[in-house]
């Protein structure tokens, strides 16, 4: 039996103006904080280390090792960093949590502050999506008339100012380090890691950069225990998290559900792929985790059991094409953002992704020799872990897999000197 949807972090979403502190309050908000302020700082790392949370936004670090990585006593100011640059081609999980659920992300913020000891925090939200941004402002404006933020937390002595900072709409910004940079005043480029941010990240102190959902999925650990989180997911990706399912799909939308549950089980909650047509490809996690086809229904979406067939769960963004979708052409779609946006600062990937797209635009139009494919693929190699960050890996990753399981219609492409599918069959090109 498929495992049921576990709204946590989803829930109220439905309500009249979940956003407001009224709202929140109304489903049990701000009572963790208040329980984590009665804690040693410790005690609050140890207990999200003990749940197992592994970070959100793709890489799936454990959340409490990096909140223990922060040095104490050192004498330096702390920062923790929310990513809420979320721009991974089809990841659209952080956007309506933050604007559904703001405080939520506000209260782990505070929790998160006080467990690391840092006295300011940022959340680093995309410039594009200005209604993210108001609302997030409204949501801080609120706790902070409440005296949920500022001076004396909670009438505690703990104080913690929140400023909410505006990206210019860079995809590398979503980069941990260009991320950095850009809050700096800095054009964002990643930097060289080691040292991570945990020693040295903004203005070189110790930081934690978390993602949006990592933060937002605390407040609920703290009021529910850890056996609570334990009881849902894997055992080693426990938990419940946002999967958001696009493309060739009746009923799109963000589903939260144990970590561990399938493509199979998630599509009939969401009602199955479009009528009338079949999956043919889809991606774990966004796309720059490699892709996987109808074989892979039943791989468990978890860190474990995506990685083991082959790709990585990233950010759990579920792009389904069906059998109208040309693979070369989503490719070549893809390819052109990454080249689009890669920052420059390193060669394989300025150069790389740059002829990566000139390839597959030629292979497209049916203008490629099956030596084409040969050079993609060498052309990828030459970046894969050889580029500056993981904006190089994530390029090559829908070329190597749709290589892999859709060889043939590459060739195809070529004996017929053209795409072979109606591009205006396929919904999912604009
Ligand atoms: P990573 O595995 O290098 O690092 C993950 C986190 O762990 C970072 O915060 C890093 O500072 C920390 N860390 C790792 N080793 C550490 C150590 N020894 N000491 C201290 N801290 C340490 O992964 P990275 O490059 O940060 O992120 C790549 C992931 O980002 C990909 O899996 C991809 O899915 C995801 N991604 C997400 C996007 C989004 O829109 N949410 C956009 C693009 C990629």
Redesign the pocket.
Same mark, same amino acid.
């Given at each position: 039996m498929a495992p049921e949807l576990t709204p946590v972090l989803s829930r109220g979403w439905l309500d009249s103006e979940p956003w407001t502190l009224a709202g929140y309050q109304r489903r049990d908000g701000y009572t963790a904080v208040k329980q984590a302020l009665r804690m040693h700082p410790d005690e609050v790392i140890q207990l999200v280390k003990d749940s197992g949370l592994r +970070?959100r #936004? +793709?890489? %799936?670090?454990p959340t409490g *090792?990096?909140w223990g990585?922060i040095p104490q006593n050192d004498g330096k100011p702390h920062y923790l960093v929310v &990513?809420a $640059? =979320?721009? =991974?081609p089809g @990841?659209c999980k $952080?956007i309506p949590f933050m604007m559904a659920n703001p405080h939520e992300l506000v209260e782990g913020v505070i929790i998160a502050c006080y467990a690391i000891r840092a006295s300011h925090a940022f959340i680093y939200v995309r410039g594009e999506v200005l209604h993210v941004l108001r609302r997030l402002q409204a949501a801080v404006r609120e706790a902070y008339d409440a005296g949920f933020l500022g001076k004396g937390v909670f009438g505690t002595d703990f104080d913690l100012e929140l400023t909410v900072h505006a990206g210019a709409g860079a995809?590398i910004c +979503? =980069? =941990?380090?260009a991320l950095l940079d850009s809050l700096e005043g800095k054009r964002g480029q990643p930097r060289l890691? /080691?040292p991570? /941010?945990?020693?040295a990240g903004l203005y070189a102190s110790p930081t !934690?950069? &978390? &993602?949006v959902e990592s933060i937002g999925s605390v407040p609920a650990i703290v009021r529910n225990g850890v056996d609570w989180f334990k009881g849902m997911g894997s055992e080693k990706s426990p938990g419940f998290t946002l999967y958001s399912l696009s493309g060739h799909v009746k009923h799109p939308g963000q589903y939260e559900a144990p970590l561990g549950i399938t493509l199979r089980e998630l599509l009939d909650y969401a009602g199955g792929v479009r009528p009338g047509h079949r999956l043919k490809f889809w991606t774990p %996690? %966004?796309s720059? @985790?490699p892709m996987f086809t109808e074989e892979h229904l039943d791989v468990p979406l978890d860190y474990e059991g995506v990685g083991a067939a082959g790709s *990585?769960? #990233? @950010?759990k963004a579920l792009q389904i094409f069906d059998e109208t979708t040309c693979v070369v052409r989503a490719a070549l779609r893809w390819t052109e953002f990454y080249a689009h946006e890669s920052c420059g600062k390193c060669t394989p990937c300025r150069e790389g992704t740059y002829w990566l797209v000139q390839i597959l635009k030629r292979m497209e139009k049916g203008e490629g020799t099956e030596d084409d494919l040969g050079k993609l693929l060498d052309l990828c190699d030459n970046i894969v872990g050889k580029a500056f !960050?993981?904006?190089g890996d #994530?390029a090559a990753a829908p070329i190597q897999s749709s290589l892999k399981y859709f060889r043939d219609e590459y060739l195809e492409h070529f004996e017929r000197g053209g795409c072979p599918f109606d591009p205006s069959l396929s919904t999912v090109w604009a």
């Amino acid at each position: 039996m498929a495992p049921e949807l576990t709204p946590v972090l989803s829930r109220g979403w439905l309500d009249s103006e979940p956003w407001t502190l009224a709202g929140y309050q109304r489903r049990d908000g701000y009572t963790a904080v208040k329980q984590a302020l009665r804690m040693h700082p410790d005690e609050v790392i140890q207990l999200v280390k003990d749940s197992g949370l592994r +970070g959100r #936004g +793709g890489a %799936g670090f454990p959340t409490g *090792m990096k909140w223990g990585f922060i040095p104490q006593n050192d004498g330096k100011p702390h920062y923790l960093v929310v &990513n809420a $640059d =979320e721009s =991974e081609p089809g @990841t659209c999980k $952080d956007i309506p949590f933050m604007m559904a659920n703001p405080h939520e992300l506000v209260e782990g913020v505070i929790i998160a502050c006080y467990a690391i000891r840092a006295s300011h925090a940022f959340i680093y939200v995309r410039g594009e999506v200005l209604h993210v941004l108001r609302r997030l402002q409204a949501a801080v404006r609120e706790a902070y008339d409440a005296g949920f933020l500022g001076k004396g937390v909670f009438g505690t002595d703990f104080d913690l100012e929140l400023t909410v900072h505006a990206g210019a709409g860079a995809y590398i910004c +979503g =980069e =941990e380090t260009a991320l950095l940079d850009s809050l700096e005043g800095k054009r964002g480029q990643p930097r060289l890691r /080691p040292p991570f /941010p945990a020693v040295a990240g903004l203005y070189a102190s110790p930081t !934690c950069v &978390n &993602n949006v959902e990592s933060i937002g999925s605390v407040p609920a650990i703290v009021r529910n225990g850890v056996d609570w989180f334990k009881g849902m997911g894997s055992e080693k990706s426990p938990g419940f998290t946002l999967y958001s399912l696009s493309g060739h799909v009746k009923h799109p939308g963000q589903y939260e559900a144990p970590l561990g549950i399938t493509l199979r089980e998630l599509l009939d909650y969401a009602g199955g792929v479009r009528p009338g047509h079949r999956l043919k490809f889809w991606t774990p %996690g %966004g796309s720059s @985790t490699p892709m996987f086809t109808e074989e892979h229904l039943d791989v468990p979406l978890d860190y474990e059991g995506v990685g083991a067939a082959g790709s *990585m769960l #990233g @950010t759990k963004a579920l792009q389904i094409f069906d059998e109208t979708t040309c693979v070369v052409r989503a490719a070549l779609r893809w390819t052109e953002f990454y080249a689009h946006e890669s920052c420059g600062k390193c060669t394989p990937c300025r150069e790389g992704t740059y002829w990566l797209v000139q390839i597959l635009k030629r292979m497209e139009k049916g203008e490629g020799t099956e030596d084409d494919l040969g050079k993609l693929l060498d052309l990828c190699d030459n970046i894969v872990g050889k580029a500056f !960050c993981a904006l190089g890996d #994530g390029a090559a990753a829908p070329i190597q897999s749709s290589l892999k399981y859709f060889r043939d219609e590459y060739l195809e492409h070529f004996e017929r000197g053209g795409c072979p599918f109606d591009p205006s069959l396929s919904t999912v090109w604009a």
